[in-house]
């Protein structure tokens, strides 16, 4: 069984997902029995939509209760060293010479917008295992782009 590396944050937010969902279940059951009591199940649209919310609900909660089983909660603080790794904030300059500075974060907590990336993403990949000075090549949907980590931090 793969672990899934998450900061504590992304598990938090998975097990809330999850408690939501959880407590969404009930409400459904009571959906459809009472588009049940309305009679013709074949041309019943409430009972329909109510089955349909209640496979995809149970189809989260699954997914949600395996990524949470599989959990490895990595703290940032913790790590150190000169390679970029899960949890590390890197800083590199592009080719444009401008700034960027992304944490390698779980999947479930990520938000470019932000500057945090999931460790599964093309530039993630790209930065894992480098250190401080060296260039990586990226291959992006929009072409290859060139970085050059200039700092890597633990926070």
Same mark, same amino acid.
């Given at each position: ?10 598990y938090?937010? $998975?097990?809330a997902d999850?408690k ?10 009571d959906a459809?029995e ?5 009679g013709? $199940? ?6 329909h939509?109510?089955?349909?919310r ?9 997914? $949600?209760? !395996? ?8 703290d940032p603080?913790s ?7 899960? =949890? ?7 080719? !444009? ?13 990520? !938000?470019a917008?932000?500057?945090?990336i999931?460790?599964?993403?093309? $530039?993630a ?11 990586v ?5 929009? =072409? ?8 890597i931090?633990?926070?």
């Amino acid at each position: 069984m793969q672990k899934v590396p998450m900061l504590a944050e992304g598990y938090e937010m $998975l097990t809330a997902d999850l408690k939501a969902l959880r407590a969404e279940r009930p409400k459904i059951v009571d959906a459809i029995e009472e588009a049940r009591a309305h009679g013709d $199940l074949s041309e019943n649209a409430e009972y329909h939509a109510a089955k349909e919310r209640q496979g995809q609900v149970e189809a989260q909660i699954a997914d $949600l209760e !395996d990524k949470t089983s599989r959990a490895q909660i990595i703290d940032p603080a913790s790590l150190s060293g000169d390679k970029v790794v899960f =949890g590390a904030t890197v800083t590199v300059i592009d080719e !444009d010479d401008k700034a960027l500075k992304f944490q390698i974060v779980g999947q479930a907590e990520s !938000d470019a917008k932000v500057g945090r990336i999931s460790y599964e993403s093309p $530039l993630a990949r790209g930065l894992i295992g480098k250190s401080v000075g060296e260039e990586v090549e990226v291959t992006v949907p929009s =072409g290859d782009k060139f970085y050059l980590i200039e700092k890597i931090e633990f926070i």
